[in-house]
């Protein structure tokens, strides 16, 4: 997904991951999603419980089906 103008400068702001000089880690929403839907799925018991969920969760969030709240996106 590429964003523009304002919304990329918000997706930087707020959603991007920075490293501790602040410097921009995540370059699109597709690589903040992924690091979502994988801690999401985390807490799930085995390594293939893990992985499905956590396709899952990037599926939908990639299709805007799901969107977590800005805390979760920002966390």
């Known amino acids: ?3 523009t ?3 990329e400068k918000v997706f930087i702001d707020r959603y991007s991951m920075k490293d501790r000089a602040g ?4 370059q699109t929403p ?6 979502i839907a994988k801690a999401v799925a985390a ?3 085995t ?3 893990r992985k499905k ?10 299709d805007f089906q799901f969107v977590p ?7």
């Open 43 to 45: 807490v799930e018991k």
């Open 23 to 26: 410097g921009q880690i995540e």
């Open 30 to 35: 597709d690589e903040m999603w992924k690091r």
């Open 69 to 75: 709240g800005g805390r979760i996106l920002a966390g």
């Open 1 to 3: 997904m590429k964003l």
């Open 47 to 49: 390594p293939a419980l």
């Open 53 to 62: 969920y956590e396709a899952s969760f990037n599926d939908i969030m990639r």
């Open 5 to 7: 103008g304002v919304s």
